[in-house]
């Protein structure tokens, strides 16, 4: 039984320190943000929902480290820094180095564009691609991790309504591709 307690006692210690680094974009890096997730959108042809649905759910912050099964997530997108996943790619293909890319919102906004939309091209489903950035076993904790998505996408198009006029947040549209405000808590 000591055991046990020992063992609760430690398991909450280190859940409150994985997120006592955690904290809010300053005003200054709420503008980036929004601004980068526009230009992303528009530049990857990403609906701004799906951008916005995905930063919700993984609420980074720029110079974020998130020691995640033997690698890290990193910045607002929380980039996976696995090797044999994307950041040599993402190096190859955009000159982006996992410092950009945890450091940078722009950077690492334009990470996980690229990711989304090389996803979407596969499998040509914004829902499957927002899985597949998550991980690309099909298990609850994927099917979990896309309805949160979803949720936070519904709550943006909410807070939006202009959005919602324009037909299917999941579509490719460049009519999507507003810089409507958004405000973060």
């Keep these: 039984m000591h055991l046990i307690r020992i063992a609760a006692v430690l398991w909450m210690g280190a859940l409150i320190s994985s997120h006592s680094y955690a904290r809010s974009l300053t005003g200054d890096e709420q503008a980036i943000l929004q601004s980068s997730i526009s230009a992303v959108s528009f530049r990857f042809e990403i609906p701004l929902v799906v951008l916005y649905g995905v930063y919700e759910q993984e609420k980074g912050w720029p110079g974020a480290f998130q020691q995640v099964n033997g690698s890290a997530d990193v910045g607002v997108f929380q980039i996976n820094t696995n090797p044999d996943n994307w950041m040599p790619i993402l190096r190859d293909e955009l000159g982006l180095g996992q410092e950009a890319i945890q450091y940078s919102i722009a950077a690492n906004t334009i990470a996980a564009g690229y990711i989304l939309s090389e996803e979407y091209r596969r499998v040509g489903s914004w829902t499957e691609a927002v899985g597949n950035y998550?991980?690309?076993v099909k298990d609850s904790f994927?099917?979990?991790y896309q309805s949160r998505?979803?949720?936070?996408?519904?709550?943006?198009?909410r807070a939006n309504p202009g959005l919602s006029s324009v037909g299917d947040p999941w579509a490719r549209d460049?009519?999507?591709h507003s810089t409507a405000q958004v405000t973060f808590e």
Excluded: I, Q, T
Aim: glycine share 0%; no cysteine; charged share 30%.
């Design 134 to 136: 998550h991980r690309h």
């Design 142 to 144: 994927r099917h979990d």
């Design 149 to 157: 998505v979803v949720a936070h996408m519904m709550a943006f198009l």
């Design 174 to 176: 460049e009519s999507k």
